[in-house]
């Protein structure tokens, strides 16, 4: 529902916004300064006013942000949906990648690749999908790799167990 709510915002500075990189910039920065949980409580409680609550998300952005973006948090904070703006920056990204044909990625395994082999991956996976991948390295405890791209709904998995799994089943299997 809350995705919903927040791809009709999207939509809407979208088709206003002049310069949409620019306010996808500013509502990610705001997206981290929800991100605190202090930030997070005082959006939330009913104890604080509306107006108290556009009023700080606005000093958080300064004199020089576009007008048209100030009104569009005016407009949230009357609608009580402040709390909508990570959704929002997450939507507007999504589209400004599907625009672009840029896409962001996360490896997650156990030892760090090298800047070639993460290069080979990030082609192997540009020749699959036909768009460019940039992909971060996280470490985990996974025995393997796993790559994932959200917004392509991609999801590859190679790993030790599921190997060890599929192999004892193709025995049980044969038997």
């Known amino acids: 529902m809350e995705e919903l709510i927040a791809k009709r915002y999207a939509t809407a500075l979208s088709s206003v916004s002049e310069d949409v990189k620019n306010s996808v910039a500013v509502l990610n920065v705001l997206t981290e300064a929800i991100s605190v949980s202090e930030v997070q ?46 959704a929002i920056a997450k939507v507007l990204n999504a589209d400004l990648q599907k625009e672009s044909n840029h896409y962001e990625g996360v490896l997650k395994s156990s030892k760090e690749l090298g800047n070639e082999e993460l290069s080979k991956l990030e082609a192997t996976l540009a020749k699959y999908t036909g768009s460019q991948i940039k992909l971060k390295q996280e470490k985990t405890d996974l025995e393997g790799l796993r790559v994932s791209i959200d917004d392509l709904g991609i999801e590859v998995n190679f790993s030790k167990q ?14």
Do not use: W, Y
């Open 41 to 86: 409580e005082a959006l939330r409680s009913p104890i604080v006013a509306a107006e108290k609550k556009t009023e700080m998300i606005l000093s958080a952005l300064g004199n020089e942000t576009d007008t048209k973006l100030v009104n569009f948090i005016k407009i949230l904070g009357e609608n009580k949906r402040l709390d909508l703006i990570p």
């Open 162 to 175: 599921r190997v060890k799994e599929q192999l004892i089943d193709f025995i049980k299997k044969s038997l």
